[in-house]
């Protein structure tokens, strides 16, 4: 086979990478190089088959889209069909041109198909080919997911806290940018001001929820603690578990007020949640806008702040950092990227 040199290479390029987004845009890349499509799609789709973001890579390169456009009725079509029979469908476009869908993989809250748009029908070969690739990917997919997620209750984990916070330091720059995350809903800023906000949380008492009922008990709290973030909060903000009994939600909103709802209603729904053996837990939280002018220790470090307020002041509340400042309820901590800070 003449272009095994060229798969080998793609393949070695395909499995060096550990992003997510790159993985994405590499794997169109590859199936365009080796199949020459007239185009190569990833689209993403929610539970009732919504699409709701798309990659595009063709002869005029890669396009990304977040449900800008309504897809043609036809690929649609072509979806359904492929979740239907759960295996690759292959169909021909009223242009003349030929449509295969092939189903890739299958999150919790968003499923990825690749649709590939040829002149000619794909070779029987072809086709297994691709879907040996899409194996690949899946596996990686698979590998990466599981390195990024806290093993006990599912929510992303510290260290890609360390590599998101970055990110959206990064993108609090520009108004216009798009929120991106791993396997999850994208969206863009629709409204002007739209900014971020962090929220550093801690389970109140929890170091006697293990003295006194043991530590079996205590996971099934951080456990059902993750599951009631996932209920409070949008498929397009991000929830880690930052270590012990704190977790970390990173939110987009237009302004404080927003944010204060965000967070004020996930406290009062663990306020109101019945755990089992256990009873009524509370959290405190401390919150602050994240900026482009920030760095990543001093963003902790301001929440950090906004918690100690809260956990010192009755527990069971949401703090925002600016506002205690203002206030004159702390003191407020200047930053430089050169300031060396020793956080734990």
């Given at each position: 086979?003449?272009?095994?040199?060229?798969?080998?290479?793609?393949?070695?390029?395909?499995?060096?990478?550990?992003?997510?987004?790159?993985?994405?845009?590499?794997?169109?890349?590859?199936?365009?190089?080796?199949?020459?499509?007239e185009?190569?799609?990833?689209?993403?789709?929610?539970?009732?088959?919504?699409?709701?973001?798309?990659?595009?890579?063709?002869?005029d390169?890669?396009?990304e889209s977040?449900?800008?456009?309504?897809?043609?009725?036809?690929?649609?079509s072509a979806?359904?069909?492929?979740?239907?029979?759960?295996?690759?469908?292959?169909?021909?476009?009223?242009?003349?041109?030929?449509?295969?869908?092939?189903?890739?993989?299958?999150?919790?809250?968003?499923?990825?198909?690749?649709?590939?748009?040829?002149?000619?029908?794909?070779?029987?070969?072809?086709?297994?080919?691709?879907?040996?690739?899409?194996?690949?990917?899946?596996?990686?997919?698979?590998?990466?997911?599981?390195?990024?997620?806290d093993?006990?209750?599912?929510?992303?984990?510290?260290?890609?806290?360390?590599?998101?916070?970055?990110?959206?330091?990064?993108?609090?720059?520009?108004?216009?940018?798009?929120?991106?995350?791993?396997?999850?809903?994208?969206?863009?800023?629709?409204?002007?001001?739209?900014?971020?906000?962090?929220?550093?949380?801690?389970?109140?008492n929890?170091?006697?929820?293990?003295?006194?009922?043991?530590?079996?008990?205590?996971?099934?709290?951080?456990?059902?603690?993750?599951q009631?973030?996932?209920?409070?909060?949008?498929?397009?903000?991000?929830?880690?578990?930052?270590g012990?009994?704190?977790?970390v939600?990173?939110?987009?909103?237009?302004?404080?007020?927003?944010?204060?709802?965000?967070?004020?209603r996930?406290?009062?729904?663990?306020?109101?949640?019945?755990?089992?053996?256990?009873?009524?837990?509370?959290?405190?939280?401390?919150a602050?806008?994240?900026?482009?002018?920030?760095?990543?220790?001093?963003?902790?470090?301001?929440?950090?702040?906004?918690?100690?307020?809260?956990?010192?002041?009755?527990?069971?509340?949401?703090?925002?950092?600016?506002?205690?400042?203002?206030?004159?309820?702390?003191?407020?901590?200047?930053?430089?990227?050169?300031?060396?800070?020793?956080?734990?």
């Amino acid at each position: 086979m003449s272009s095994t040199p060229h798969l080998l290479d793609r393949l070695a390029t395909l499995t060096s990478i550990r992003d997510l987004e790159l993985l994405e845009f590499s794997l169109l890349k590859t199936v365009h190089e080796l199949f020459r499509p007239e185009q190569a799609t990833m689209i993403k789709y929610d539970g009732s088959g919504e699409v709701k973001f798309t990659m595009r890579y063709g002869h005029d390169g890669c396009h990304e889209s977040l449900k800008t456009k309504k897809e043609q009725p036809e690929l649609l079509s072509a979806i359904r069909m492929m979740r239907r029979i759960n295996a690759p469908y292959h169909s021909r476009l009223a242009n003349g041109n030929n449509l295969s869908a092939f189903p890739i993989l299958d999150f919790q809250s968003l499923s990825v198909c690749l649709i590939l748009e040829s002149r000619r029908p794909g070779a029987s070969n072809d086709i297994k080919l691709i879907q040996g690739l899409l194996q690949i990917y899946r596996n990686f997919c698979h590998l990466i997911e599981d390195a990024q997620r806290d093993q006990l209750t599912g929510l992303l984990n510290r260290k890609t806290f360390d590599e998101s916070i970055q990110r959206v330091i990064g993108m609090s720059s520009s108004l216009n940018t798009t929120f991106q995350i791993q396997q999850d809903d994208r969206r863009t800023h629709e409204e002007a001001g739209s900014c971020y906000w962090l929220g550093l949380i801690d389970i109140d008492n929890f170091k006697r929820i293990n003295d006194t009922l043991g530590h079996i008990y205590g996971d099934e709290v951080l456990l059902l603690m993750s599951q009631v973030m996932r209920d409070s909060f949008r498929e397009s903000d991000l929830l880690f578990r930052f270590g012990g009994e704190e977790f970390v939600v990173v939110t987009e909103n237009l302004d404080i007020e927003g944010a204060k709802t965000a967070f004020e209603r996930f406290r009062l729904k663990v306020d109101q949640f019945d755990f089992p053996q256990v009873g009524q837990v509370t959290i405190s939280l401390g919150a602050v806008k994240v900026t482009s002018a920030d760095v990543v220790h001093a963003v902790l470090d301001k929440a950090d702040k906004a918690l100690y307020y809260a956990k010192q002041n009755g527990k069971n509340i949401v703090c925002f950092y600016d506002e205690l400042v203002n206030q004159g309820l702390i003191e407020s901590t200047q930053f430089t990227l050169n300031q060396d800070i020793e956080l734990f």
